[in-house]
T-cell receptor, first 113, second 108 residues
Framework: EAGVTQSPTHLIKTRGQQATLRCSPI?????VYWYQQALGLGLQFLLW???????NRGNFPPRFSGRQFPNYSSELNVNALELEDSALYLC????????????FGQGTRLTVV | RKEVEQDPGPFNVPEGATVAFNCTYS??????FFWYRQDCRKEPKLLMS???SGNEDGRFTAQLNRASQYISLLIRDSKLSDSATYLC?????????FGTGTSLTVIP
């Protein structure tokens, strides 16, 4: 069974551009979570989608947005990129059931130059 | 107040040592608890779930104290391969809140 897949694995953008990151959850998982991890730092919660709806968002500016599609895959968009947006962006999925863990993709490493 | 507070360390211990990590959480409605392990520049992976009765997996023991709202991870007989960052996770209402992680380096 395929795990969580993210694309692209690496992305280089210039300041001011837009980046789109994609995530496919494990089959049967309806919840998708996005996290930002800057180098040497912890995971910062970005967004949570479940059943196509945004359930919660972290303390990030509105230029960070996303959506979840009917097949439960998800997209994270970052507009007007800034240098400090350079980080590893991790997507995780879960079934939403009690006591079940979240599984992570390998991440997209975004570099803004 | 943060949902999860975790001592970032770093912990540097010799091989064979016993090391313990603690995490406190703020939301008493949290129902599921986990410990994840993250290797350098890799994604986090589940190490073990944490149950009210406590649970053990080989050299690893996880415990939950609901009254004091903390979870712990004990690693016995540390191996070089245990060097990683350990993240505690709580899930009030199905959202996964991660601690900032505790860095462990096991020294030969």
């Amino acid at each position: 069974e395929a795990g969580v897949t993210q694309s692209p694995t690496h992305l280089i953008k210039t300041r001011g551009q837009q980046a789109t990151l994609r995530c496919s959850p494990i089959s049967g998982h309806t919840s998708v979570y996005w996290y930002q991890q800057a180098l040497g730092l912890g995971l910062q919660f970005l967004l949570w989608y479940d059943e196509g709806e945004e359930r919660n968002r972290g303390n990030f500016p509105p230029r960070f947005s996303g959506r979840q599609f009917p097949n439960y895959s998800s997209e994270l968009n970052v507009n007007a990129l800034e240098l400090e947006d350079s980080a590893l962006y991790l997507c995780a999925s879960s079934s939403g059931q009690l006591n079940t863990e979240a599984f992570f993709g390998q991440g997209t490493r975004l570099t803004v130059v | 107040r943060k949902e999860v507070e975790q001592d970032p360390g770093p912990f540097n211990v010799p091989e064979g040592a016993t090391v313990a990590f603690n995490c406190t959480y703020s939301n008493s409605a949290s129902q599921s608890f986990f410990w994840y392990r993250q290797d350098c520049r890799k994604e986090p992976k589940l190490l073990m779930s944490v149950y009210s009765s406590g649970n053990e997996d080989g050299r690893f023991t996880a415990q939950l104290n609901r009254a004091s709202q903390y979870i712990s991870l004990l690693i016995r007989d540390s191996k070089l391969s245990d060097s990683a960052t350990y993240l505690c996770v709580v899930t009030p209402g199905n959202q996964f809140y991660f601690g900032t992680g505790t860095s462990l380096t096991v020294i030969p």
